[in-house]
C-alpha cells in the first residue's frame, strides 16, 4: 500500500510540475491568446496518435518473443476481451452519469459526464501496470488496446459532450480521425510484423519518432493546464459540488462498475485460453486503467471546442488532486478483491 501511494505521489508531483511552465508564460504575457488551442491542435492530432503507434510498433526483442510467444489467435481474442470490457465501463458510466448529473445545466452535466467516463489511462495507466506486473509486455499491450477505445469513444461521445452537438458523431470524421487512423495503422503493423518500419533491422533509429513524440503528450497537456489556469480565479477551482461528484464517479465508481463487468467476463471465460495465456491482467488492465485521474483531453478539448474551458480545468485539476489519495486505496482495493473472487 505504501510502495502504492509514493509511486502515485512522485507521479502526480512530476504531471502537476508541468502545470508551472504555461502559467508563468501567460501570466507574464510570453504567450498570446491562441497560444492553448494551437498546442490543444498538436497534442490532440500529433502526439496522442503517436502515443498508439509507438505502444503496438515499437518493442525490446524480449517483449516482442513474449509478446508473438502467445500466439496470434489468442492475442486477438485477448485484445477483444480488453475492449469489450473498456466499451462497456465507459459506456455504463456514460449512462450512470446522465443520471447522477441530469439536473444540472447542459455545459456542466456534459464536463462533468466526460471527466466521468474518461481516465489518464496512458500516462498513468501505463506506469502502474507496469509496476504491478513486473513490466510484463503484454500487460502494457492490454493497456494499450484499452487506450485505442479510449481514443474511439473520446472522438465521438467525448467531442459531442464538449460540443453539445451529437452531429459531431459522423463516420467520416471518425474515420478521417488522425487517432483512429493511427490505431489502425498500429494494429495492421502489430499484427504483420514483417511490414513494421520501426523494427526492421537496420532502421531502428526510426522509433525515435513516435517514442518521442508520444512522451510530449503528458507535459503538452499540462502546459495547456498551467496556461487555462493563468486566466481563472482560485475560487472557480474548487467550489461547486458537482467538481467533487465527478471526482467521486471519477475514481471510485467508475472502477467499481469497470471490476463487476471484468468479473463477468472472469466467470464467463474462466479455464479458457485467453486467462491461461494472458493472465489476470486481460481483466484487470481496464479495472486499473478507469481507477486513475481524469483524462487531461477535457481541457484540451474544451480548449479545441470552445467548450466550458475554465470548468474543464477545474474537473481535472480537482480529481487529479483527489486521485492522490483515491488511487492507491481503489487498486489495492480492487487486487485484494480480486483475490478473494478469483
Not at 507521479?11 to 511552465?21: G, R
Not at 504575457?29 to 500529433?46: C, E, H
Request: aromatic share 10%.
Amino acid at each position: 500500500m505504501l510502495e502504492i501511494f509514493v509511486k502515485v505521489l512522485l507521479i502526480m508531483a512530476v504531471l502537476l510540475a508541468f502545470i508551472v511552465p504555461g502559467f508563468l508564460l501567460k501570466r507574464f504575457n510570453f504567450l498570446d491568446g491562441n497560444a492553448a488551442t494551437s498546442l490543444s491542435n498538436i497534442l490532440l492530432y500529433v502526439c496522442q496518435p503517436a502515443l498508439v503507434i509507438d505502444a503496438f510498433c515499437v518493442f525490446s526483442q524480449e517483449d516482442l518473443a513474449r509478446i508473438q510467444g502467445v500466439g496470434q489467435g489468442t492475442l486477438v481474442a485477448s485484445f477483444g476481451v480488453v475492449a469489450a470490457i473498456a466499451a462497456l465501463a465507459m459506456l455504463a458510466v456514460l449512462l450512470l452519469s446522465r443520471l447522477v448529473f441530469a439536473k444540472m445545466p447542459d455545459g456542466n452535466k456534459n464536463v462533468y459526464t466526460f471527466v466521468a467516463i474518461f481516465s489518464n489511462c496512458g500516462f498513468l495507466g501505463i506506469p502502474f501496470v507496469k509496476m504491478f506486473t513486473g513490466s510484463d509486455p503484454l500487460a502494457v499491450m492490454y493497456m494499450a488496446v484499452f487506450n485505442i477505445v479510449f481514443i474511439i469513444l473520446v472522438w465521438t461521445v467525448g467531442v459531442a459532450l464538449i460540443t453539445g452537438e451529437k452531429r459531431e458523431i459522423r463516420l467520416k470524421k471518425i474515420a478521417c480521425n488522425p487517432g483512429i487512423i493511427c490505431s489502425v495503422i498500429g494494429l495492421i503493423l502489430f499484427f504483420v510484423p514483417q511490414i513494421n518500419i520501426f523494427m526492421m533491422s537496420g532502421v531502428e533509429d526510426l522509433q525515435i519518432l513516435p517514442q518521442y513524440l508520444s512522451y510530449m503528450n503528458a507535459p503538452l497537456s499540462m502546459i495547456i493546464v498551467g496556461i487555462r489556469l493563468a486566466d481563472m480565479k482560485p475560487k472557480a477551482l474548487f467550489c461547486g459540488k458537482g467538481l467533487y461528484l465527478s471526482s467521486v464517479m471519477r475514481l471510485i465508481v467508475a472502477p467499481l462498475l469497470t471490476f463487476g463487468i471484468a468479473l463477468l467476463f472472469f466467470l464467463a471465460l474462466r479455464g479458457t485460453q485467453v486467462i491461461q495465456s494472458g493472465g489476470e491482467y486481460v481483466l484487470l488492465a481496464p479495472v486499473i486503467a478507469m481507477a486513475m485521474s481524469p483524462a487531461a483531453s477535457v481541457v484540451a478539448l474544451s480548449q479545441r471546442y470552445k467548450g466550458e474551458s475554465d470548468l474543464s480545468v477545474a474537473a481535472f485539476l480537482n480529481g487529479t488532486l483527489l486521485s492522490i489519495v483515491a488511487i492507491p486505496l481503489m487498486i489495492a482495493a480492487t487486487l485484494a478483491l480480486w483475490g478473494v473472487v478469483a
